[in-house]
């Protein structure tokens, strides 16, 4: 089939005609996704550069500011935290679970096939199967005062650090970190443990034989071979950290104070609390690119060349 | 053989260390649930005298019954019509290959890392002049858009990949272009649509944004929409909450055990094709 495919591409009419189905026939195969995808994604984005313009509280006349609401996102101490908060979720969201999954991966690499990696395919895949808002509430009362990890804690002799993880100024942003990257963790783990038996054994052998040890490998061979797949966990996890909400809404709010909140929970309160459409636009819009402008290069860096 | 025999092991404590950890907070959910309603319990201590009702009172405050019948309209409405779309696009996409495509598909592929707090805003004042705020519509049809990037995405990747042959035979045996399309790709794309389906009936149900944002009333939510107001109005009762998180978690978690096989192959193509 994929022999065809280059031979095809040049006589793309030809190859239609040979379906006798005129392009404009095709056209309406897909219109209707055009169409819902056109009313409920395009056009808002419009609007949102559109509304990103203007000083508007949603209900009275709107007002034209150029970029003063961009000036406001990037310059106004509060705002910018969330963008750099987003960021800093990053360390949590992506690089643990990715270098986490990595190490854990390629030691259970060559049990992969036993029935009790069978079952954990399955326990690690819950975290992604459930609400994030449950992961939310769940974790909220674990990282409580009186929850499981302060438990933990006291219990090996560290009772001298227990406290509200996220009540306090200065962990509340790695403790809704430690609940992204659980929910992540699994994900990337079993991604990469797939992409690892796609690896040909002989590679491992032959490594063995000139004497390499289990570090070496996994440099060497396993880390390069996995480019594709570490690509796709790097780009799901940077996403769904600049992209928080769920969890940071039901376990902190943003709070205490500001030390936790993001862009989305900002746009969120900036649009629907405190009527302020024109910032709140201004922030989704950097949101929006800054997801782009992260996303590609890291698909472009992660791209399997070789094919 | 020493050296791989000490690997295996150290592979299996580490496996069942992780197990481990991805499932205390469930148990930590569950024995807290078991404490008697408005006590402050501490972690794991499995209380002297279980009070399983709160599970009834938590299914009675929270309205499950009518919770689970909202999401799954909420399904019902998202999930048939998100595939019917996507396959017809990816059919004239990948196989029929219209001229523009590229600029199509280009188009759909610009939505798939958009961030839904993007175009919340927006969206809410769209549906509002529409008069769909506080209805189920209001979470439907934004939902079908928001998820036509990777359906058409992964629909046209099952596509692209159809061998033209089959196309050209049933044409030579006199099927136009509809039964070609119905009789021959649609059962054909059965795996591909499966998937696809499990994917999208997670999202839907899991979708808490556009819940918050569009629909006051929480018994018109997704599921996961209607835990934020069950956390909003019960949240100092820390064992009713955890009883009611868990009833709202069973729903998937249960359709999750039963077709877990499809559903972890759904979710590792999702994110290698994403």
């Given amino acids: 089939m994929a022999r065809r495919t280059p031979k095809t591409r040049g006589t793309v009419p030809a190859r239609a005609a040979g379906l006798r189905t005129p392009s404009w026939v095709g056209w309406l195969f897909v219109a209707p996704a055009l169409a819902v995808y056109a009313v409920f994604v395009l056009r808002p984005i419009v609007l949102t550069f559109q509304y990103s313009v203007y000083r508007w509280d949603g209900i009275g006349s709107s007002t034209w500011v150029g970029l003063g609401n961009y000036g406001k996102v990037f310059t106004d101490p509060d705002l910018f935290a969330t963008i750099l908060n987003a960021v800093k979720l990053i360390v949590f969201f992506s690089l643990i679970p990715v270098v986490l999954g990595l190490v854990i991966a390629s030691t259970i690499r060559r049990i992969a096939a036993s029935r009790l990696a069978l079952a954990a395919r399955t326990v690690l895949f819950l975290p992604q199967v459930i609400p994030l808002v449950a992961a939310g509430i769940t974790w909220s009362w674990l990282l409580s005062s009186t929850g499981l990890v302060n438990q933990l804690l006291s219990h090996i002799g560290l009772g001298g650090v227990t406290r509200a993880w996220l009540g306090d100024f200065s962990t509340a942003l790695p403790a809704v970190g430690v609940i992204g990257a659980w929910v992540l963790l699994g994900l990337c783990t079993i991604l990469l443990l797939s992409g690892m038996s796609k690896i040909d054994p002989a590679l491992y052998e032959a490594a063995r034989m000139d004497g390499a040890g289990p570090i070496r490998e996994f440099v060497s061979i396993t880390v390069p071979s996995l480019r594709q797949e570490i690509g796709v966990c790097v780009t799901v996890t940077v996403i769904a950290a600049l992209a928080s909400f769920d969890i940071v809404y039901v376990a902190t709010q943003g709070g205490p104070g500001n030390a936790t909140m993001v862009p989305g929970l900002e746009i969120y309160y900036l649009a629907f609390s405190e009527r302020q459409v024109g910032t709140a636009s201004a922030l989704a819009v950097v949101l929006m690119v800054l997801v782009i402008v992260v996303a590609i290069p890291i698909q472009w860096l992660t791209k399997d060349r070789t094919s | ?274």
């Avoid at chain 2, 099952?158 to 399309?181: C, I, K, T, Y």
């Avoid at chain 2, 009789?183 to 839907?204: C, D, E, G, K, N």
């Fill in chain 2, 1 to 274: 053989m020493i050296v791989g025999r000490g690997e295996t092991w150290s592979g299996r404590v580490l496996l069942v260390l992780l197990m481990a950890a991805t499932l205390m907070p469930f148990a930590s959910l569950f024995v807290t649930a078991l404490h008697p309603p408005g006590s402050y319990p501490s972690g794991l201590d499995w209380p002297a005298d279980p009070h399983w009702g709160n599970f009834v009172a938590a299914f009675q405050a929270a309205r499950m019954g009518e919770l689970v019948k909202s999401s799954t309209l909420i399904v019902l409405g998202v999930v048939p019509v998100s595939l019917l779309l996507a396959t017809l696009a990816g059919f004239a996409i990948g196989h029929l290959r219209i001229a523009g495509r590229n600029v199509v598909f280009l188009t759909f592929v610009l939505g798939l890392t958009l961030p839904f707090e993007g175009i919340i805003t927006p969206l809410y004042y769209q549906v509002r002049d529409m008069g769909l705020l506080n209805t189920r519509w209001a979470i439907i049809l934004p939902l079908i858009g928001l998820f036509m990037p990777f359906a058409v995405f992964w629909m046209r990747a099952h596509f692209v990949n159809m061998p033209d042959e089959l196309s050209e035979s049933a044409r030579m045996d006199g099927a136009n272009l509809w039964q070609l399309f119905w009789r021959i790709h649609v059962p054909l794309a059965m795996p591909a649509l499966s998937s696809l389906a499990i994917l999208l009936f997670l999202w839907t149900w899991n979708q808490f944004l556009l819940a918050i944002v569009l629909v006051d009333d929480p018994l018109k939510r997704t599921m996961s929409g209607a835990l934020g107001a069950f956390q909003g109005q019960w949240g100092t009762d820390i064992p009713l909450l955890c009883a009611g998180s868990l009833l709202i978690l069973t729903p998937t978690l249960a359709i999750f055990l039963i077709f877990q096989r499809r559903f972890v192959t759904a979710l590792l193509q999702g994110s290698l094709k994403g």
